[in-house]
C-alpha cells in the first residue's frame, strides 16, 4: 500500500509541475519539426534517464541523519510551492515568454530527421532541457524523504511519459484551453501539502 502511495503521490506532483512547463513546450516543439512517435519515445528515455538519476541523488541523501534530512526536503517542498505560486499569479503575462522558448527550441531544431535520428535529437534536447529542473529535485526530494524510491521513480516517470503524450497529440489544444494559472495553482498546494506533512513526520519522529 505504501508503495501505491508513493507512486502516486510522485505523479500527482510532477503531473501538474510538468504540465505548463518547457518540458511541454520543447516537446511540441520537436513533434512539429519531426515524427511524433520517434520524437515521445526520444523524450521518455530522457525522462527516464533524468528520473533515475534524480531517484538516486535522494537515496544518498536519504542516508545521511533522518531529522535533518527530511527537514531539507520539507524545505525544499515548501521552495517549490512559492515558485509555483509565483508564476501562477504571472501566468496571465507568461504567454510571451512561452513564445520566446518555443522559437529557442525551434532554432535548436534546423534539419529535418526521421527515425532513431529523430529520436536521438529529442532525447538530446529534453536531456538538457531538463537537467536540474523543479520536478527533478522534487524527485529526489521525495526519495530523501522516506518515500520508496522504485515507486517514486515509476510515478514520476509516469507523469513525464503523460505530458510528454499530451504535447505530441494536443500540445496546441491544451495551449489553448487549459489555464496555466489553475495547475501552478493545483502544484503549489501539493508542494505545500508535502512540506507540511514531511515538517510533521520529521518532528514527530
Known sequence: MEFFVAAVMAFALILPVELPDKTFVATLVLSTRYPPLPVWLGVIV??????AVAVAVGSLISRL??????LVAAALFLAGAIVLFH????AGRQRPEESDQSAEYAEQIKTQRTGLRAAAASFVVLFAAEWGDLS???TAGLVASGRNPIAVFI???LALIVVSGAAVLLGRW???????SVIRYVAAGICLVLAVLTTVEALTT
Open 65 to 70: 541523519p533522518e531529522r535533518p534530512v527530511a
Open 87 to 90: 508564476g501562477a499569479r504571472k
Open 155 to 157: 510515478g514520476s516517470w
Open 174 to 180: 491544451l495551449q489553448k484551453r487549459v489555464k496555466l
Open 46 to 51: 530522457a525522462f527516464g534517464v533524468q528520473c
Open 136 to 138: 527533478q529535485l522534487l
